[in-house]
């Protein structure tokens, strides 16, 4: 069965970093494209960054040139690096594989909090 656990979020001031990262298990990790996504709450779960298999990024607009993701392989994790934090980034996070629609188990996901 897929496992997904987040971690990483915390509370940080306007302007922070925080490194998020992922631990999957129960799929070949390394032949799945990964995603962050976020979500705030009464809003849809929106993907942030993807990474495929072959290591090829992607960043959402809204998070360019601030966010990046990766991969380790051999430990089965994704990792999203999250520089000059904005207020309007706060939400929970969650990876999941890349469609979503892969797989439909969510981990809990990890909150990060952007606040003066």
């Known amino acids: 069965q897929v496992q997904l656990v987040e971690s990483g979020g915390a509370l940080v001031q306007p302007g922070g970093s925080l490194r998020l990262s992922c631990a999957a298990s129960?799929?070949?990790?390394?032949?799945?494209?990964m995603g962050w996504y976020r979500q705030v709450s009464g809003k849809q779960r929106e993907l942030v960054a993807s990474?495929?298999?072959?290591?090829?990024?992607n960043v959402a607009d809204s998070v360019k040139d601030r966010f990046a993701i990766s991969r380790n392989n051999a430990k089965n994790a994704v990792y999203l690096q999250m520089n000059r934090l904005k207020p309007e980034d706060t939400a929970v996070y969650y990876c999941?594989?890349?469609?979503?629609?892969?797989?439909?188990?969510w981990g809990q996901g990890t909150q990060v909090t952007v606040s003066s």
């Open positions: 999941n594989q890349v469609p979503s629609t892969l797989n439909p188990n």
């Open positions: 129960g799929f070949i990790f390394s032949t799945k494209s």
């Open positions: 990474v495929s298999s072959g290591g090829g990024t």
